[in-house]
Structure formats: structure tokens, C-alpha cells
């Protein structure tokens, strides 16, 4: 089981993007996924998470410009960053908490992906 992660790249101020996380491999369910991020010389911080039942919680630092969901058919997560602003400027991954096929429970971390905005 893994995770693989998409979807950065750069942006102006106020534009968009959307990242995904895919899990692949012998899933029975995921229990919890989550996007983090690290910009260079700050400690990796959470920015937004989602229970399987769709409850959703946010940084307060972009409460209200950003939007977890997922695609439970897909195995797949999202995050809709819109207002983009250069302080969001970092590498994002996401984290998902992965039951296999063998009922154990995985907690999992995608590559990386870099998103960077700026004028």
C-alpha cells in the first residue's frame, strides 16, 4: 500500500491548485487522511485533515482558502488551495491512516510535492 502525491506547482498570488493523493495497493479502507506542509527551515505543520466520515478541520492560516475532501471510490484525497498567498509556499504531503486488505492499520506518507507562489 502507498501513497503518491500530485498536483503542485506554481501559482501567482490569488491563483490555484489542486493537489491529490492517491492510495494504491490491497486497501480495505482509510480511516483518516491529511495534508501537511514544510517550508524551508520551519518544522512540517499540519494544514488540513479529513475523517472518513468527511469531518473536516483546517490551520487557521488557511481556514477559509482551502478545501480537504475526498473520493472514497477512487481511494483518493484532495486539496483545493484558492487565495493563494507566497507564505503558502512549501513542499506539501499528505498522511492517510490505511486499513489493508489484511485488516492492519497503516500510516502512510506521500512523496512530497512542491508548491510554490509567486509573481
Known amino acids: 500500500v502507498q501513497l503518491q502525491a500530485s498536483g503542485g506547482g506554481l501559482a501567482q498570488p490569488g491563483g490555484s491548485l489542486r493537489l491529490s493523493c492517491a492510495a494504491s495497493?490491497?486497501?480495505?479502507?482509510?480511516?483518516?487522511m491529511a495534508w501537511y506542509r514544510q517550508a524551508p527551515g520551519n518544522q512540517r505543520e499540519l494544514v488540513a485533515s479529513?475523517?472518513?466520515?468527511?469531518?473536516?478541520e483546517y490551520s487557521d492560516s488557511v481556514k477559509g482558502r482551502f478545501t480537504i475532501f475526498r473520493d472514497n471510490a477512487k481511494n483518493t484525497g484532495y486539496l483545493q488551495m484558492n487565495s493563494l498567498k507566497p507564505e503558502d509556499t512549501a513542499v506539501y504531503y499528505c498522511?492517510?491512516?490505511?486499513?489493508?486488505?489484511?485488516?492492519?492499520?497503516?500510516?502512510?506518507w506521500g512523496q512530497g510535492t512542491q508548491v510554490t507562489v509567486s509573481s
Open positions: 498522511n492517510a491512516l490505511i486499513r489493508d486488505s489484511k485488516f492492519i492499520y497503516r500510516n502512510l
Open positions: 495497493g490491497s486497501i480495505f479502507s482509510i480511516n483518516y
Open positions: 479529513i475523517t472518513s466520515g468527511g469531518n473536516s
